[in-house]
């Protein structure tokens, strides 16, 4: 088996699927793996994992690590972390995948810190390419190039790791897109024994109920968004958003800015510390057009700008720009749309 070589992505199980943000760094994984010429490889840990192959080959995934026991479902931490830190010191990947979830924002970590090989958290992109030590002059070839905005956004980063593996990376949910491979490709399936990788006493903590209550804000599926940031101005202003939404059967989101404000729940906030969406249309309503902001928004297919300053950053960006106050303007739409609409 080829050291410090392949691409693993550690996917997350629940309810007999495998998770969506999963399921997107297998398709990145896949791209990468390609351009570095290695396999690309999966683990899944927990119950009931029949034919849960049937879900990840397809993405192009060459070797699949199944650790399949009752005690592995749910997840717990000191078991997952230990089957994943001792997988990863017997084949040593070079570059190890995460979604920046719950779960991988708890696992992430300790297995990093304990194969002392460093974590970048929340990548909004993920490349390979070369450097050079600026103090060493030693050059590298190959490295993941792990990108994320920093000092609060006001900088893009681009993240190395030469010298430790493996490169350690989380992305959250809609960032990567998620595409099959290809429906037939098959790999290869390895039976993990559990026992060789976790100890009996990993084992102290036993789930014994759960409660898992799913969001009733569907962001992410919704082919239509509405977002509003602080520039709408009100609580009452924003209200038109919900109207507009209403009428054209969309969902309503929000910026930091209109979160923090008291306009909009926590779970309609798009950008880097919300949701990352991919609508055919985005109407942009009050929305300065901050880096974290565009980071969550910007690969949406259709982006109709409507503020009052037309310097608005998020104009340089957008298809459509509607310069005007959010209460001149909104109203308007809302009676076009019901006049011309079936």
Not at 247 to 271: F, K, M, N, P, Y
Request: net charge negative.
């Amino acid at each position: 088996m080829a050291k410090e070589n392949n691409i693993i992505v550690y996917c997350e199980f629940e309810d007999g699927k495998v998770a969506d943000v999963s399921l997107e760094l297998l398709t990145k994984g896949r791209q990468l793996a390609d351009k570095l010429g290695v396999r690309l490889e999966a683990v899944v840990a927990g119950d009931h994992l029949d034919k849960i192959e049937d879900q990840i080959f397809p993405y192009g995934v060459d070797t699949i690590y199944k650790a399949e026991d009752s005690r592995l479902y749910p997840y717990t931490s000191l078991p997952h972390s230990s089957l994943l830190i001792n997988l990863f010191r017997e084949i040593k990947p070079q570059i190890a995948f995460m979604g920046a979830t719950s779960i991988g924002r708890d696992l992430g970590p300790r297995v990093s810190s304990c194969l002392h090989s460093g974590l970048t958290a929340d990548c909004t992109s993920l490349e390979i390419g070369d450097h050079t030590d600026p103090k060493t002059g030693k050059s590298y070839e190959n490295l993941l190039y792990q990108i994320r905005p920093a000092f609060g956004g006001n900088i893009v980063a681009t993240i190395v790791n030469p010298d430790c593996r493996p490169q350690m990376a989380t992305v959250r949910e809609g960032v990567m897109k998620r595409e099959v491979r290809d429906s037939n490709y098959k790999g290869e399936i390895v039976d993990l024994d559990v026992n060789k990788y976790v100890r009996p006493e990993d084992f102290c903590v036993e789930i014994i109920d759960r409660h898992v209550e799913k969001s009733k804000v569907n962001l992410k599926g919704s082919p239509i968004v509405v977002a509003g940031g602080y520039g709408v101005g009100s609580k009452e202003n924003f209200d038109l958003l919900y109207q507009l939404a209403e009428t054209l059967g969309a969902e309503v989101g929000a910026s930091r800015a209109a979160v923090d404000a008291g306009w909009a729940d926590h779970d309609r906030q798009i950008g880097q510390t919300g949701v990352t969406v991919r609508p055919k249309l985005y109407i942009a309503c009050g929305i300065s057009g901050q880096i974290q902001h565009i980071a969550g928004m910007q690969e949406s297919s259709i982006i109709i700008s409507v503020n009052s300053d037309p310097e608005a950053p998020i104009n340089t960006i957008a298809d459509y720009v509607i310069t005007g106050r959010i209460e001149d303007v909104l109203p308007k739409l809302i009676k076009y749309y019901k006049k011309n609409s079936k």
